[in-house]
């Protein structure tokens, strides 16, 4: 927050009593805050404003009634000095926010009746608002489910990001290709922040450092050659029942000088404008392709600059309410979300040392209380590695920092008797191979507390693989946090039909207590209750069926079951062994239709990383196959594919809901948690998966009659791929398969280029490493299990309430209440609506 507000902290609480309106003043109160925005900050009349003024309007006016709580939340975390949480995430997928504010808030129905009075529809409202382009997929959006719930728990927290102009791309899909162009979501302003042009630090990149006199020795001064502002903007972020309120703090990056005045005099006006340019690059796009130097460069620039930010800004909260920079680890709990702010623990042992002269060993000492490190991922090129040359020019005293971390690290080893050179290099912070490279895992390892897993499989193939040698040397570091979802968003929010049910059933509790859902399990069997719920899903598919309509001209049945695969395009989550099950599928219409098959829809959504060829090529099959399959008038209705484009959180608030089976197909010991499963599982979708993730816990709770498993366990694919990953023998022994494989390569999808896919299929056959094939009749064997299932409607409707029912620990408030209580030592509060 700002420095007015800070100041705020010691004075009475001087904020209005809360007030007991009924829905009827309360939307009268509201009514006229609209109006007064709409006149005095939009600058329109009622009778000239657009729907998009409109939705301006109620922004503002609700974000007023976020503000009171807000500062009353700031005044007393100062004021109980309040240990904080500080979440550092280069993703914060926040989505919408008019619906899930309002809702927190307890404000949706008398809003609602507020507008309808002024003849203005909420609902048109709602799809008003962009979604905020900062994110990717499950990281992003993990992160803005638990800063929900830090508000909901009343944890004092702020987070951290960059405010992305652009964000991840929007994606389009023209002939079947992926193409991206710029995500405008701040093209008319953001409603929701605070811009805070005081809050502002400098940022250096480049340069030397020079030793120099202090306190009877030397100390280590950095030059920067370059420097960059990071200027804050601030969004609240309201919990369940309104009363806590937390931060989001995005850094947005601008050059000191937006002009250089004596280049634009000589007529070079492109050359006056470069600073400004290359500084500003830094928050224009998230993940800007590492495919070339470049590339590379700015992702690196991207991640110092937000945790370098974010470590002054925290920082100087501390000190100025605790004065003494030694107490930091017990004021400051910091949460590293992945590799991608781990440069932040060189940068804090900097800050520490050089700044403000703290003793090495008890800058180590406080950076290890403060830091703790969630790992997300085990695929190798997720956990970063940097060109140690590129880090030494861009960040020539955090290379210095980084060597000295390290070779303290080993000498402390040698002395307990580790002299094994291969277990030495398999510990260190460098990398020798293939050029020397800073492994930024192990850098984020050595420098926490704690580091967690997101699921139990995960967490003990952390254990296992990644950090096996580390480990071993701190056997006490590693936990596990499995995921959640906030039900709030994924459940209230995006499934008011369900909802409505719910409370009807089980009471408002439900609401407050995820827990309550247990309470569900003896309706599983009551036919009416059944047919309630068969109808609230039958909505939801219907309304999914018109937006398919709309924006693909294509027309599903919404009766049919709806088969979902939603996520980030990558070959480990299998997306095309899906497709090659959807053409096994067609095959078997075609040639058997005398066959009574369950009429299906195959869902797919996500977007492919722009410098990830294999991923849009996937893309691409999938979108012939649905060009084949769709205009085939033999399938008779039984079957037809859809690829949604750009796939966002607002559209996922509509296809979760109307999911019928959910697609968590990865291959198994590859994907971390996941979080769709649970949110499709929430809302009563049916889980096909193999036993990867959070997955394995899903099926724990929900029971091995209410989720369909396949495929080979983690120790299998590794033993798998020991033996080797040549499929050719298996293709053989599936005529199936071949026939899938045979025709994919032969052009029957690719007719203007019958040689498209020759070198994926070759892939599949010679260098199976995802093991797609090998995966391939169990993954049929478990699709025919779910025709059948589906066919027995009222046990699939038992099974899809039991999914509801036993999935309410999937929340993230009680992943939360468990970082809170195991990591971050913080006590939590459950407020009420």
């Known amino acids: 927050m700002t420095e007015t507000i800070a100041a705020a902290a010691d004075r009475p609480n001087d904020a209005p009593e809360d007030e007991a309106f009924n829905d009827e003043s309360a939307a009268s109160a509201l ?82 009746a507020a ?51 652009h964000g991840l791309f929007r994606q389009t899909i023209a002939d079947g290709w992926q193409h991206e162009y710029p995500e405008d979501w701040l093209e008319f302003g953001n409603p929701w922040e605070f811009q805070r042009p005081e809050v502002h630090y400098e940022i250096g990149f480049g340069g030397s450092v020079e030793s120099v006199a202090r306190n009877n020795g030397m100390a280590q001064v950095w030059r920067p050659a370059e420097i960059v502002e990071a200027v804050a903007f601030d969004t609240p972020v309201v919990g369940w029942g309104g009363k806590h309120v937390n931060t989001l703090r995005l850094w947005s990056a601008r050059a000191p000088d ?6 634009f005099n000589q007529g070079d006006y ?50 100025e309410q605790n004065g003494d920079i030694n ?25 520490l040392v050089d700044v403000h002269g703290v003793e090495w060993k008890r800058a180590w000492e406080i950076t290890v209380a403060t830091f703790s490190y969630t790992n997300h991922t085990l695929l190798p090129e997720a956990l970063e590695t940097w060109p140690a040359p590129l880090m030494e020019r861009l960040l020539p005293r955090h290379m210095q920092i980084i060597y000295l971390i390290n070779a303290l690290h080993l000498d402390a080893l040698r002395e ?173 219409i075609r040639a058997q239709p005398m066959r009574d098959v369950a009429p299906r829809v195959k869902i797919f959504a996500g977007k492919a990383a722009a410098s990830y060829q294999q991923a849009k090529l996937i893309i691409k099959l999938a979108n012939d196959v649905a060009r084949v399959v769709n205009n085939d008038p033999t399938v008779r209705d039984q079957l037809k594919v859809v690829f949604l484009p750009n796939y966002n959180v607002s559209l996922a608030e509509v296809i979760i809901p109307a999911a019928d089976l959910s697609e968590q197909i990865s291959t198994a010991g590859m994907e971390a948690s996941g979080t769709g499963n ?93 093991l797609v094939c090998a995966d391939f009749v169990a993954y049929r064997a478990a699709q025919n299990a779910v025709a059948r299932r589906w066919r027995d409607r009222k046990s699939w409707q038992r099974a899809a309430i039991l999914n509801t029912a036993r999935t309410g620990w999937f929340s993230s408030d009680r992943t939360i209440a468990e970082y809170a209580e195991e990591i971050w030592k913080v006590p939590v509060n459950r407020p009420k609506a």
């Not at 937006?258 to 280049?263: A, V």
């Not at 492109?270 to 796009?285: N, T």
């Not at 017990?330 to 800050?351: C, F, S, W, Y």
């Open 270 to 319: 492109v050359g006056a404008l470069s600073d400004q340019v290359r500084a500003e690059s830094i928050s224009k796009v998230l993940y800007p392709s590492d495919s070339t130097p470049a590339g590379q460069e700015l992702r690196l620039r991207q991640e110092y600059f937000f945790a370098a930010a974010s470590l002054q800004d925290l920082v100087r909260r501390h000190l």
């Open 115 to 165: 507008l309808a009075s002024l003849d203005v529809d909420l609902d048109k409202l709602r799809e008003i608002e962009p979604d905020a382009a900062l994110g990717n997929g499950g990281l992003g959006r993990l992160a803005a489910c638990f800063m929900e719930s830090m508000a909901t728990l009343g944890i004092a927290a702020h987070g951290y990001g960059i405010r992305y102009d």
């Open 258 to 263: 937006p002009i250089r005045l004596d280049k």
């Open 416 to 588: 307990k008797g580790v002299d094994d050179p291969r277990k030495l290099a398999a510990v260190s912070l460098i990398d020798e191979h293939h050029g020397r490279h800073v492994r930024m895992g192990p850098l984020a390892f050595l420098g926490s507390h704690k580091v967690n897993g997101v699921s139990a499989l995960h967490s003990e193939l952390v254990k296992e693989t990644v950090f096996r040698d580390l480990h071993d040397i701190f056997p006490e570091r590693i936990c596990n946090k499995t995921n959640g979802v906030t039900f709030r968003r994924w459940l209230f929010e995006a499934n008011p039909q369900l909802t409505k049910l719910l409370v009807e059933t089980l009471g408002k509790e439900v609401l407050d207590d995820p827990s309550v859902l247990k309470k569900l399990e003896p309706y599983a069997d009551d036919l009416n209750f059944q047919a309630r719920w068969a109808a609230a899903k039958q909505a939801n598919k219907e309304n999914l069926a018109r937006i398919i309509a709309d924006r693909m001209l294509i027309k599903v049945n919404p009766n049919a079951l709806f088969d979902v695969q939603i996520k980030r395009i990558h070959e480990y989550k299998r997306q095309l062994l899906n497709i090659l099950d959807t053409i096994a599928l067609y095959n078997e």
């Open 678 to 770: 649970m949110k499709m599982a929430l809302n009563g979708a049916l889980t096909i998966g193999t036993l990867d993730g959070a997955n394995v816990e899903i099926k724990e709770r929900v029971g091995d009659d209410n989720i369909f498993i396949f495929g080979l366990k983690a120790d299998e694919v590794a033993a798998r791929r020991a033996r080797g990953i040549d499929m050719r023998e298996i293709i053989e022994a599936s005529p199936e398969l071949r026939e899938v494989l045979e025709s994919i390569a032969g052009g029957a999808f690719s007719h203007d280029d019958r040689h498209r896919y020759q070198g994926l299929v070759d892939s599949l056959t010679y260098h199976d490493y995802f």
């Open 327 to 351: 107490t930091l680890s017990d004021k400051a709990a910091i949460q590293l979300n992945d590799t991608h702010p781990a440069i932040g623990v060189a940068e804090l042992m900097r800050l």
């Open 31 to 112: 009514r006229e805050a609209v109006l007064e925005k709409l006149a005095y900050s939009v600058g329109k009349d009622r009778n000239a404003a657009s729907e998009r003024d409109w939705f301006i309007a109620v922004a503002l006016a609700t974000r007023d009634r976020m503000v009171d709580n807000w500062m009353i939340t700031v005044r007393a975390n100062y004021r109980e000095s309040r240990r904080r949480v500080y979440y550092l995430s280069l993703e914060f997928l926040i989505g919408r926010l008019l619906i899930d504010s309002l809702t927190n808030l307890g404000l949706v129905e008398p809003m609602r």
